[in-house]
């Protein structure tokens, strides 16, 4: 079986020698990894090898995998169909209601059941068109958001609804700005900040209930008034514009775009955190992050020292630099400042 170096777990069994790119040897065939060697394979620039069998023990339990499964094709199936919405929207000028709802109703009823959110997102790291990608994350966010703020279910789908369909006004957007690969001028930018009213025009057309057409709207608004398009104070932003104004900063942070590199999700929960003074309203940024921090336990990580561990918990001092075991070792990242995680994984 041919895996990934991250993907590995300690009891693994190689299938053959393994070389770097420079043909250097770096591991004899069945030896048994452990954490050194695992490491060891990363500092050698190995990206995969062939391994016996993989460890039945592992961090994420048979249940979830086989939930995160299931949760899989409807999370692709979201960003297959809002392309389709995307497409309508260009060609018409509007979007079928029922058919939002045919999409994104499955996905909902899916999510109910998985409730790791950060074995969610590691899982189904799809390499999709960003709009449409960005898109099913901020629906899919903005409904657990929704739920953990006590909404009725309905609700939450609503707020999830809406946040799905928050960025359909870029239909309007050339395709060229949408896709440049470096910074926009101040012009362009402009141009892209109408996707907006773009969005809310496009809703409203469509007969879809005017809390959606709200959020395409106010979703870059911040609460200090410094947001756009209408510069609304907190007061005048609706409760699921300010729910996917979260749900949009994480997602866009932690997801590859033609200009940037995804982020690590526990630095990004720390910016937003930052942001909750003022930008983001504080209610909804701080019940994503209570929420999701639990979600860290248990999940494996690459340091900037090369060195793999297992988080095994949050930091009360810090909660952004938690308590990682390396094998008999522990370090303390919230004391240990000259370490950071370099990526996730499960």
């Not at 949408?178 to 907006?196: A, I, R, V």
């Not at 526990?266 to 639990?294: C, D």
């Not at 930091?315 to 952004?320: G, L, V, Y």
């Amino acid at each position: 079986m041919r895996v990934h170096v991250t993907d590995l777990k300690p009891g693994d069994i190689l299938q053959a020698d393994t070389f770097n790119d420079k043909g250097l040897h770096v591991l004899k065939k069945y030896a048994e990894l452990g954490m050194t060697e695992i490491n060891k394979l990363i500092q050698h620039g190995v990206d995969y090898v062939d391994v016996e069998s993989l460890t039945t023990t592992n961090n994420v339990s048979t249940k979830n995998q086989e939930s995160l499964s299931k949760a899989t094709p409807h999370l692709a199936n979201a960003i297959d169909g809002f392309e389709n919405i995307f497409m309508e929207a260009i060609s018409t000028g509007k979007i079928n209601s029922s058919m939002v709802d045919d999409i994104f109703h499955p996905l909902v009823d899916e999510l109910s059941d998985q409730s790791d959110v950060v074995s969610l997102l590691l899982a189904n790291d799809f390499t999709d068109d960003y709009t449409y990608q960005h898109s099913m994350q901020v629906g899919m966010l903005s409904y657990y958001i929704a739920t953990w703020l006590g909404y009725a279910k309905k609700d939450a789908y609503a707020a999830g609804k809406a946040g799905y369909l928050q960025d359909i006004g870029k239909c309007r957007i050339p395709r060229e700005l949408l896709n440049k690969p470096t910074k926009l001028t101040q012009e362009e930018f402009e141009e892209m900040k109408l996707h907006t009213t773009y969005g809310y025009e496009i809703i409203r057309s469509s007969s879809i209930d005017e809390a959606c057409a709200l959020v395409a709207l106010q979703h870059h608004e911040r609460d200090d008034g410094s947001g756009y398009p209408l510069r609304l104070h907190v007061h005048n932003i609706h409760p699921f514009s300010q729910i996917t104004a979260v749900a949009d900063v994480f997602s866009a942070m932690t997801t590859n775009r033609v200009y940037q590199s995804k982020q690590e999700l526990l630095t990004v929960l720390r910016e937003i955190y930052s942001l909750s003074f003022g930008k983001l309203n504080a209610k909804p940024t701080q019940v994503f992050i209570r929420h999701m921090l639990p979600n860290f336990i248990g999940k494996n990580v690459l340091l900037s020292d090369g060195q793999i561990g297992t988080i095994v918990m949050t930091n009360p001092i810090d909660s952004f630099r938690p308590l990682i075991q390396i094998e008999s070792t522990f370090l303390d990242l919230s004391t240990e400042r000259n370490l950071s995680i370099e990526k996730l994984f499960m």
